[in-house]
Structure formats: structure tokens, C-alpha cells
Nanobody
Framework: QVQLVESGGGLVQAGGSLRLSCAASGRTFSSYPMGWFRQAPGKEREFVAAIYRAGASTYYADSVKGRFTISRDNAKNTVFLQMNSLKPEDTAVYYC???????????????????WGQGTQVTVSS
């Protein structure tokens, strides 16, 4: 079993930056691919970024490519999402997720992730 706890959300002006963290429990964290997803009010949960192959492969949604960076520190059982040049449309609850199988096919699909955190709110004002 893996437990995930996100932190680092908050209110920021457009153009600003935030760094989200996701702390994971469990001894096998380093072998789990990790993803970040977000859900805005009235919308479905959508893929943001993912890190696979023990960090060798990263994937991003087109809407955040070049602005967001996903990384992980296996020694600290933590995955990060650095968010720069934030826009009002980035406003959402951000969730981290873990997948038991290190298979990159379907990295963007919420159904392929087995464990989820409770989410952290990110609000970007214009």
C-alpha cells in the first residue's frame, strides 16, 4: 500500500511560480512511476505530468510543456512539480498519483494509476 500526501499549493499571481511536493510512504516508492493530474471546477481530472523509468522518462501535457517540470527524490520518497509562468487557467486541485507497473503506455490515463493523494489547491489570479 502506498499513501501520498501533496503540499505546496496556494494563491499566486499570474506569471508566478509554485513548487508542489508529494510525499509517499512505502519501501518500493522508487520503482513506481508517478504522475500529477489536476481538476478544475466542473471539469474532468486531466493529466499534467508524469515521470517513468526511475526518472529517465518524463511526459507533459501540451498545456504545461516548457512551464512545468516534474522530478523525484527517491531518497526522500518525494516527487515534485515545479510550476513556472503560471496562468489563471492553471487554477485547479492538483493530485499526485502512483502506478504499480512501470509501463509508460497510457501514462496520461487516470485509470492506470493505483494510488492517489488528497489533492492541493492551486489558485492563479489574473
Amino acid at each position: 500500500q502506498v499513501q501520498l500526501v501533496e503540499s505546496g499549493g496556494g494563491l499566486v499571481q499570474a506569471g508566478g511560480s509554485l513548487r508542489l511536493s508529494c510525499a509517499a510512504s512505502g519501501r518500493t516508492f522508487s520503482s513506481y512511476p508517478m504522475g500529477w493530474f489536476r481538476q478544475a471546477p466542473g471539469k474532468e481530472r486531466e493529466f499534467v505530468a508524469a515521470i517513468y523509468r526511475a526518472g529517465a522518462s518524463t511526459y507533459y501535457a501540451d498545456s504545461v510543456k516548457g512551464r512545468f517540470t516534474i522530478s523525484r527524490d527517491n531518497a526522500k520518497n518525494t516527487v515534485f512539480l515545479q510550476m513556472n509562468s503560471l496562468k489563471p487557467e492553471d487554477t485547479a486541485v492538483y493530485y499526485c498519483a502512483a502506478r504499480r507497473i512501470d509501463r509508460s503506455a497510457g501514462y496520461y490515463n487516470t485509470g492506470n494509476y493505483n494510488y492517489w493523494g488528497q489533492g492541493t489547491q492551486v489558485t492563479v489570479s489574473s
